[in-house]
Nanobody
Framework: QLQLVESGGGLVQPGGSLRLSCAASGFTLNAYAIGWFRQAPGKEREGVSYISNRGGSTYYADSVKGRFTISRDNAKNTVYLQMNSLKPEDTAVYYC??????????????????WGQGTQVTVSS
């Protein structure tokens, strides 16, 4: 069964850091570009960051540029999202997904086929 599993979420104070992990089971992650998305309560899901299958290209939403860093360790079949200087507005459920279509931009959810179940990130004092 092809599956992505996110982990690393939790409660953190403003200005703090968290590292999210996206691990693959049932398939080799290095065959896929991976996107991180998030959905805050009452809001639509939005693209946060993206990394190509070999890690040579990365993209970020303007709201997280300079604070978040995406990386991957294909030997460990895992993609990471390092989140620093967290703000209350970063509170959301974070999802990772494997991209299978390349006709549209990286933020287009329809381009992704395999999704994890999500991990909650809460930034609050």
């Amino acid at each position: 069964q092809l599956q992505l599993v996110e982990s690393g979420g939790g409660l953190v104070q403003p200005g703090g850091s968290l590292r999210l992990s996206c691990a693959a089971s049932g398939f080799t992650l290095n065959a896929y570009a991976i996107g991180w998305f998030r959905q805050a309560p009452g809001k639509e899901r939005e693209g946060v960051s993206y990394i190509s299958n070999r890690g040579g290209s990365t993209y970020y939403a303007d709201s997280v540029k300079g604070r978040f860093t995406i990386s991957r360790d294909n030997a460990k079949n895992t993609v990471y999202l390092q989140m620093n200087s967290l703000k209350p507005e970063d509170t959301a459920v974070y999802y990772c997904a494997a991209r299978v279509l390349f006709r549209s931009g990286w933020t287009n959810e329809d381009a992704y086929k395999y999704w994890g179940q999500g991990t909650q990130v809460t930034v609050s004092s």
